[in-house]
């Protein structure tokens, strides 16, 4: 027998038991809604680890305002390209919705230099016109969760919802304690944990509950 006799399923049963592990080992008295339960399982299967449920965070009615953004076909604005791929094209066209992201573009390099900043900056900055009504989901630099809640406290932008997830040591868990503090529809993950896979498995947790009313 070889082993992908041996370990590997079909696409379907993979995602069915992975469900059902992510499920049976959620740490016991996790308060949430049902929809926000989905999500929260769809984190921590791509995270790999139930631990990190204890550290996700809903603002209130925070999913039912992504359901709401995409099921009008809202843009899904992101930091960087692996978010953006992270999210499933058969959802994205099955909900009408588009993705936008513009690290890579030549405008937002000429920007940071200009203005002295980091491309992350700049690409949130030169977002700034998609962002009304859109879904951001932010899964790797702090500084562009920083800029974009420096856009909100200017009132220059409006998300419908804040997905804020990014990683690593330096400011990104004083990024997310700022978020938490704005009176804004958000979902992030506390502390230094998060990243471009937990960030894209929550758009398309969003994108799954816009076309049905499917829990884990």
């Given at each position: ?130 962002v009304a009504g859109a879904v951001v989901a932010i899964g790797n630099a702090p500084t562009a969760l920083l800029a974009l809640l420096d856009l909100v406290d200017a009132g220059e932008v409006s998300p419908a919802l804040v997905i804020g997830m990014p990683v690593g040591f330096v400011a990104c868990p004083e990024s997310k304690e700022e978020l938490v503090r704005r009176d804004i529809p958000y979902i992030t993950i506390l502390g230094r944990r ?23």
């Amino acid at each position: 027998m070889t082993l992908v006799q041996k370990y590997a399923l079909l696409p379907e049963e993979i995602d069915r038991q992975s469900l059902e592990m992510v499920q049976a080992d959620l740490p016991a008295g996790l308060q949430l809604a049902k929809d926000e339960h989905y999500v929260l399982c769809r984190i921590v299967r791509a995270e790999g680890d139930p631990a990190i449920a204890e550290m996700v965070r809903f603002s209130e009615g925070a999913v039912e305002r992504g359901l709401d953004a995409i099921r009008a076909n809202r843009e899904v604005v992101t930091d960087v390209r692996m978010v953006e791929m992270g999210i499933s094209k058969a959802l994205l066209r099955r909900r009408s919705v588009a993705t936008r992201c513009l690290i890579d573009a030549p405008e937002v390099a000429a920007r940071a230099e200009r203005e002295g900043t980091t491309r992350s900056v700049a690409a949130v900055r030169e977002l700034a016109p998609h962002v009304a009504g859109a879904v951001v989901a932010i899964g790797n630099a702090p500084t562009a969760l920083l800029a974009l809640l420096d856009l909100v406290d200017a009132g220059e932008v409006s998300p419908a919802l804040v997905i804020g997830m990014p990683v690593g040591f330096v400011a990104c868990p004083e990024s997310k304690e700022e978020l938490v503090r704005r009176d804004i529809p958000y979902i992030t993950i506390l502390g230094r944990r998060g990243g471009s896979s937990a960030a894209a498995a929550t758009v398309n947790a969003l994108l799954e509950l816009a076309g049905s009313r499917t829990a884990c």
